[in-house]
Structures are given as structure tokens and as C-alpha cells.
Nanobody, 118 residues
Framework: VQLQESGPGLVKPSQTLSLTCTVS??????????WSWIRQPPGKGLEWIGY???????YYSPSLKSRTSISRDTSNNQFSLQLSSVTPEDTAVYYC???????????WGQGTQITVSS
């Protein structure tokens, strides 16, 4: 199974960031995993953003919940992140990951750099 992020690279402040994770070799609708988004700002640790369960349920970090939406495209086996009203503080490397039921992140995409700047 592989995960691959795709996104714009550069986003202007106040715009909405959209990222897509393509899952190959597995299924986001039948494999019992938490399909997650995590980010790492420069010089800081990893920050969990939210996840999409195989059932379609979602859960978000309380600190980002008001600006975050995670959705899926079952026909293409993809899940996506939308983060609205971005600021330079949202600059980070964004990863899509797969989390097991016991909390282990056992599969990661390569990560994609997102810079918020005018």
C-alpha cells in the first residue's frame, strides 16, 4: 500500500488549502484504518489535523476543527483535506498517513511542503 499527497505548494493568506491523498494497493472504504492528515511546521513537532474512518466518519483536532474538512472520493480511492482561512502559521509539511486501531501510524506519504505567503 502506498500513499501519495498532491497539492498546490503555495497558498495565499485567507485562501483555502486543498490537498489530496491517493491510496494505492488498499481501500479507504473497506480497510479498517484511520486515514489521517498530520503536519509539521518548520522547526516544530508533528501536529495531528484529523482523520477519516473507513465508514466515512471524520474527527478533527479541536484547535483546527473550525477550519478543517476531510472528505473522500471513493471512486478514485482518495481522501482530501481542506483548511480554510490559512495564515503563514499554516506553513508546514503536510502528510497523509494511515493509523491503526491501536494508534500506530504505520504508513506515511512522502509529505508535501505547503507555504502560505502573499
Amino acid at each position: 500500500v502506498q500513499l501519495q499527497e498532491s497539492g498546490p505548494g503555495l497558498v495565499k493568506p485567507s485562501q483555502t488549502l486543498s490537498l489530496t491523498c491517493t491510496v494505492s494497493g488498499g481501500s479507504i472504504t473497506t480497510d479498517y484504518y484511520y486515514w489521517s492528515w498530520i503536519r509539521q511546521p518548520p522547526g516544530k513537532g508533528l501536529e495531528w489535523i484529523g482523520y477519516l474512518l473507513f465508514s466515512g466518519s471524520t474527527y478533527y483536532s479541536p484547535s483546527l476543527k473550525s477550519r478543517t474538512s476531510i472528505s473522500r472520493d471513493t471512486s478514485n480511492n482518495q481522501f482530501s483535506l481542506q483548511l480554510s482561512s490559512v495564515t503563514p502559521e499554516d506553513t508546514a509539511v503536510y502528510y497523509c498517513t494511515r493509523r491503526t486501531d491501536w494508534g500506530a501510524y504505520n504508513l506515511w506519504g512522502q509529505g508535501t511542503q505547503i507555504t502560505v505567503s502573499s
